[in-house]
């Protein structure tokens, strides 16, 4: 495979299409029960590796790295007990696909990631996820992690949004190289960091109904495996449709 197929639904298992066509009803709408979803057996194996591949070769070379660490004044400025407050903290390479005139875009769009993301399929397996009729136009993103990257604890809450305040939708596909020991995603459920997943799939399928609390581990490599350890993420984010 040298560039992804046009419609999402040319990745995906025969699982993955009862998922589309809402022949498997149990994450049908499952975003309407829970903010959080994954899904396993979705993404064919072999048409995942070549994702990565072709993610590798073309993308990484225009990442940018997003950093932002633990400041000094979180402790240094508090001067009660119990005080503390803490931003969302982050390391990771990653590229916004909104330019079309930027080297990431066009990169993407050789590669047909543009595209794909943009099928109908794409859409249509979201909207089988939320459970509701969401907005054509969606965000792109791509981001790669390697050993040591995470995203502290936050919520995605964009409270000055008009479209997004009341919550909306993240797709995330994952490609994980064979040097990935784990990196795992916690998130909350009823006030408590409860819930605990390993994200570290070949071809995994997540989705999210934001906002709510969560976090993601440092990622960390196989002994011996620090080169072929990354995680890629392509995601697409979905505002609700306008009623």
């Not at 008009?162 to 797709?171: E, N, Q, S, T």
């Not at 399928?205 to 934001?210: C, E, K, Q, S």
Request: include cysteine; hydrophobic fraction near 40%; aromatic fraction near 8%.
């Amino acid at each position: 495979m040298n560039r992804f197929p046009r419609e999402f639904a040319d990745l995906l298992t025969r699982r993955g299409r009862r998922l589309l066509d809402g022949r498997e009803p149990a994450a049908s709408g499952a975003l309407g029960r829970t903010h959080f979803l994954a899904l396993s057996g979705a993404i064919d194996a072999a048409k995942a590796r070549a994702a990565r591949g072709l993610l590798e070769a073309a993308l990484a070379p225009h990442l940018a790295v997003l950093e932002r660490g633990i400041p000094p004044e979180s402790i240094a400025g508090q001067t009660r007990n119990h005080q503390e407050r803490l931003i969302k903290t982050v390391r990771v390479r990653t590229a916004y696909l909104e330019r079309r005139g930027s080297r990431a875009w066009q990169a993407a769009e050789r590669i047909g990631l543009v595209a794909m993301t943009g099928s109908e399929t794409w859409h249509r397996f979201a909207e089988r996820l939320a459970g509701r009729a969401l907005d054509r136009r969606s965000g792109r993103q791509v981001l790669r992690y390697g050993p040591g990257d995470y995203a502290g604890p936050h919520t995605d809450h964009h409270p000055e949004d008009p479209r997004a305040r009341a919550g909306y939708v993240d797709l995330h596909l994952t490609f994980s190289g064979p040097g990935v020991a784990h990196q795992w995603l916690v998130y909350a459920e009823a006030g408590h960091f409860r819930h605990v997943l390993d994200v570290n799939a070949a071809g995994g399928i997540t989705a999210y109904r934001l906002p709510f609390w969560h976090y993601t581990t440092p990622l960390v490599a196989k002994p011996g495996r620090v080169r072929d350890a990354c995680r890629w993420v392509v995601l697409g984010t979905f505002r609700f449709a306008a009623p």
